[in-house]
Each structure stands twice: as C-alpha cells, then as structure tokens.
C-alpha cells in the first residue's frame, strides 16, 4: 500500500505546469487534494512518472461570480465551497450536494474542480456538473480550451481530457431566476456507509413559478446508474408540462427509474438500483417544489 | 527518484528533511520523526486513523505526501497539549467517558474532535457525529466517544 516511485514538481504558474505535462509525455498526472489519486497512488493502480502538483497555483485559489455564472478555481477545496456564500446562493444544487461528499476531512483536501475531472460514476459532484450544464475551463499545449459536461464525460472515469492538459477551473452557470421565480434544488444519496460512494443518487433543481405553482425550468439527474452521470429529458419535460406538478412527482420517478439500464455489482442488484432510484428521484423533486414555496435554497 | 528537500513546521518545530515524493505525510511523521503518535490503518483514506491538521484543519495524512506538506504546519496528537505532558480537557474527557478501548483510532479522534470543537464549542450529538463520522473505531460502538467530545465542550473545550 505504498505507491510506486514517482517524479514530482510543484509549478508556480500554469505554464511551467502545462510544460512539465508536456514533458512527461502522457506518464505526467496531476494532483490538487489528491483524495481521489491518493488512494490510486497508495493501492498501484496508477504508476505515474510524474505527479505535477497545482496547490501553489495561487490563481486558481478562487470562487468567482460573475453575472451569469460561477467560477470555480482548480485547487478549490470541496469545504471552502461548502462554506461560500455565493455558492449557498447562486448554486443552491452544488451547495446541497458538497456534505454528502466523504468527510469533512477529506472535503478540507479535495477540490471541486477534481472531483468534476475525476469523472467517477458514483461521485456527486459530475451529477451536479451535468444538471447545471458546466463548462470546464482547459489549459494545454496547443492553448486554452473550453469543454461542455455532457461532451466531457466519455465514460467510466474517462474524459475528454488529454493527459497534457490541465483543467484549470468548472464554470457554473447560473443565471438570476426571473422575477416571480425560484431556485430550488435537492440532493439525495444511498450508500453503504455515510460518506461512502453512492449506490445511487438523485439531483433536482426547479425554478418554479410560485403564484402559478408551475416548474418553468427542470433538471434531473442521477449517478452510480451507468458509467457516466444521466439526465433525462422526458422527465424534465413532464415537469415543465404539469398543471400541478406534485402530481406527476411518482410519474416521473417511475419513468426515470424505467429509463436506467444499471449493472449489477457487489453492492446493489441492477433491480435494487432501479428501485432506489425511483425513490430518490420523488423525494428530491417534493423536496425542491417544498423549498421553493418555503423560500430557502439551503439545507 | 530524487530525494526533494522539504521544511516543516510540526507541533512547533521545525524539520529539515530530504524523502522520496512517494512518502506519505503519515510514514513522515512516524518513520523520519519518529513521531508515532499519529496511527496509520487503512492507508488509504478510509478509516481516519490518520487524521492531523495540516495548516489548522483536519486531513488525512496517508493521502497527503510529504512532499506536499513543504512549508506547511502540521498539528499531531503529541501537539495537542500545550505542554507535552498535561492531557488537554478533551483528551481528559476521553479517559473519564471511556472514549477508547485499544486507543487504535483515538489520535485521529482527537484531532477531528478538537478542529470541531474550536469551530463549534458546544457541538450538538449530531454534529459530532457528523464531524467524527470518517473516523472508525472497533471498539466503543462510538456512543462513549461522543459523551467526551460533549463533556470537553462543558470543561473547557480544547483549550
Ligand atoms: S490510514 Fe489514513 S485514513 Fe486510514
Ligand atoms: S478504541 Fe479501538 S479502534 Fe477505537
């Protein structure tokens, strides 16, 4: 459980880390809380040549807001999002999402941006990326770069990152609901154990027109159902569609639960998956629709 | 590889140390300083044995590497009491609830405990529970280990 011998450097611009990927021809890696790689380190299921260290990045140390989005720098840490005001109120989804990430101690490390980069399949911050339409902010050889969250994710921790580059922050957007209409969002995970990966877990974000009692706009998500974290569409439309949207919650619970295809493993049957997914699905929609008449984002 | 030489402040003093990247900030502390306080279980970020502050909060030293700790303060259990040798209020309160039975998880314990209770000096149930929720522990079922950090924060918290 030591890992194997590694070459490390910690740059003080992006730049000279960019160049130092560069150099170590695709055997380079970068580390920012480590709380992912560290454990791949530690177990040699990864044998990098070289760790590029990014803590001294002091640039990309902040949480920025702007008018229509949120920017994320990449050595973030989990916690100080946790703790951001803007995040509480401009990304009330990713502030719902952040405690249910490992413990407090390893949220005090990882970051967000890692964590989005990381692309595991049961980890919550991709499913937030994804209900939000994220953008992940790129840095390489040939310059900068821009890619969006669906087009992202290949696949089981697998990304459209190239091993010479650097993500250097995750853009949120998050427009001002128009006026009459509020944000709000539900997280909610089942695992084996608190803090531990998910078996599964939901997402919903609403921005409901609270004197018409209708959704205006729907996101819907899960993870730990497929190699990559899912929205559905069908039952976002459903939403936006209803007279009375917490009559069609159970619906479009069922529907989504019907839409997944999950494997089997250790922890949970395909079918047990399915099941927990239709559960949670309903309970964070009621959840978001209850928030946003009782006029609080957070927890 | 190559040895990197790396500075660092723990419980006050500073060392000068030359280690290979891959050593762990736990296999540091333990195997270069000797400072054994500090437990390593799963090595791997599991079970929180490992738990001490780095720059005042609360990591888990077997997924940090020492090299990243250049530069850094680092906070053990043997840093704990101002002293050295008296034991803190809630390392006291660990004796009094029988917060420990073979003291395996107990350092990590203690520096989770005390970063809560500095943040919050009168932490309900939950919250502890919250908080010491990385943190394994074998032995006491985990409900003694709540009474002291709850009787540390009646007695004087960390100090
Ligand atoms: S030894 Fe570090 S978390 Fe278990
Ligand atoms: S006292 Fe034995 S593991 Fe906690």
Redesign the interface.
Same mark, same amino acid.
């Given at each position: 459980m030591k890992p194997v011998d590694f070459g490390y450097v910690r740059p003080l611009t992006i730049a000279d880390a960019v160049t130092a990927l560069a150099c170590a021809q695709g055997e380079g890696k970068v580390i920012a809380g480590g709380q992912s790689l560290g454990p791949l380190l530690n177990m040699r299921l990864v044998r990098p040549a070289l760790l590029v260290d990014v803590n001294a990045l002091a640039e990309l140390a902040a949480i920025e807001e702007g008018e229509l989005e949120v920017r994320i720098g990449a050595i973030v840490r989990q916690r100080g999002a946790e703790r951001s005001a803007v995040v509480a109120g401009r990304l009330p989804l990713l502030a719902e999402a952040l405690p249910y990430i490992g413990h407090v101690q390893t949220r005090n490390r990882g970051t967000v941006v890692g964590s989005v980069v990381h692309a595991d399949p049961s980890a919550e911050l991709p499913l937030v990326a994804l209900c939000l339409d994220a953008i992940v902010e790129i840095v390489g050889p040939a310059g900068n770069r821009e890619a969006s969250i669906p087009d992202f994710y290949e696949g089981y921790l697998s990304t459209d990152l190239a091993p010479d580059e650097l993500a250097v922050a995750v853009r949120f957007p998050a427009p001002a609901p128009p006026s009459g209409i509020v944000r709000a969002a539900a997280f909610a995970e089942m695992a084996r154990r608190e803090g531990d990966f998910a078996i599964v877990a939901a997402a919903a974000q609403l921005d409901v027109d609270v004197a018409a009692r209708r959704v205006v706009d729907a996101r819907v998500g899960l993870t730990g159902v497929a190699g990559v974290p899912l929205r559905f569409a069908a039952a976002e439309t459903a939403l936006r569609n209803a007279a009375e949207p917490p009559r069609v919650f159970a619906s479009v619970a069922e529907t989504v639960s019907d839409e997944i295809d999950p494997d089997s493993d250790l922890h949970a049957t395909a079918a047990y998956r399915r099941s927990v997914a239709r559960v949670l699905v309903s309970r964070v929609l009621e959840r978001a629709w209850l928030r946003a008449f009782a006029g609080e984002n957070g927890p | 590889?190559?040895d990197?030489a790396i500075s660092v402040i723990v419980n006050g003093v500073t060392y000068e140390r030359r280690i290979?990247? %891959?050593r762990?900030l736990v296999?540091f502390l333990r195997d270069d300083l000797a400072l054994t306080g500090t437990h390593v279980g799963c090595?791997? @970020?599991?079970c @929180?044995a490992c738990?001490v502050m780095?720059d005042g909060?609360?990591? %888990?030293s077997?997924?940090?590497?020492a090299?990243?700790a250049?530069g850094a303060s680092i906070t053990t259990v043997e840093g704990l009491s101002p002293d050295g040798s008296t034991l803190t209020p809630l390392q006291d309160a660990f004796v009094e609830c029988h917060g420990l039975q073979c003291g395996f998880c107990t350092p990590g314990m203690l520096i989770?405990a005390t970063?809560l209770l500095r943040e919050k000096p009168d932490p309900s149930a939950d919250e502890i529970r919250?908080?010491l929720?990385?943190n394994i522990c074998r032995c006491t079922g985990y409900q003694q280990i709540v009474e002291a950090v709850q009787l540390a924060a009646r007695t004087g918290g960390t100090r």
């Amino acid at each position: 459980m030591k890992p194997v011998d590694f070459g490390y450097v910690r740059p003080l611009t992006i730049a000279d880390a960019v160049t130092a990927l560069a150099c170590a021809q695709g055997e380079g890696k970068v580390i920012a809380g480590g709380q992912s790689l560290g454990p791949l380190l530690n177990m040699r299921l990864v044998r990098p040549a070289l760790l590029v260290d990014v803590n001294a990045l002091a640039e990309l140390a902040a949480i920025e807001e702007g008018e229509l989005e949120v920017r994320i720098g990449a050595i973030v840490r989990q916690r100080g999002a946790e703790r951001s005001a803007v995040v509480a109120g401009r990304l009330p989804l990713l502030a719902e999402a952040l405690p249910y990430i490992g413990h407090v101690q390893t949220r005090n490390r990882g970051t967000v941006v890692g964590s989005v980069v990381h692309a595991d399949p049961s980890a919550e911050l991709p499913l937030v990326a994804l209900c939000l339409d994220a953008i992940v902010e790129i840095v390489g050889p040939a310059g900068n770069r821009e890619a969006s969250i669906p087009d992202f994710y290949e696949g089981y921790l697998s990304t459209d990152l190239a091993p010479d580059e650097l993500a250097v922050a995750v853009r949120f957007p998050a427009p001002a609901p128009p006026s009459g209409i509020v944000r709000a969002a539900a997280f909610a995970e089942m695992a084996r154990r608190e803090g531990d990966f998910a078996i599964v877990a939901a997402a919903a974000q609403l921005d409901v027109d609270v004197a018409a009692r209708r959704v205006v706009d729907a996101r819907v998500g899960l993870t730990g159902v497929a190699g990559v974290p899912l929205r559905f569409a069908a039952a976002e439309t459903a939403l936006r569609n209803a007279a009375e949207p917490p009559r069609v919650f159970a619906s479009v619970a069922e529907t989504v639960s019907d839409e997944i295809d999950p494997d089997s493993d250790l922890h949970a049957t395909a079918a047990y998956r399915r099941s927990v997914a239709r559960v949670l699905v309903s309970r964070v929609l009621e959840r978001a629709w209850l928030r946003a008449f009782a006029g609080e984002n957070g927890p | 590889m190559n040895d990197y030489a790396i500075s660092v402040i723990v419980n006050g003093v500073t060392y000068e140390r030359r280690i290979p990247p %891959r050593r762990s900030l736990v296999d540091f502390l333990r195997d270069d300083l000797a400072l054994t306080g500090t437990h390593v279980g799963c090595e791997h @970020g599991i079970c @929180g044995a490992c738990t001490v502050m780095l720059d005042g909060v609360p990591i %888990r030293s077997c997924i940090v590497y020492a090299v990243q700790a250049d530069g850094a303060s680092i906070t053990t259990v043997e840093g704990l009491s101002p002293d050295g040798s008296t034991l803190t209020p809630l390392q006291d309160a660990f004796v009094e609830c029988h917060g420990l039975q073979c003291g395996f998880c107990t350092p990590g314990m203690l520096i989770a405990a005390t970063a809560l209770l500095r943040e919050k000096p009168d932490p309900s149930a939950d919250e502890i529970r919250d908080e010491l929720g990385g943190n394994i522990c074998r032995c006491t079922g985990y409900q003694q280990i709540v009474e002291a950090v709850q009787l540390a924060a009646r007695t004087g918290g960390t100090r």
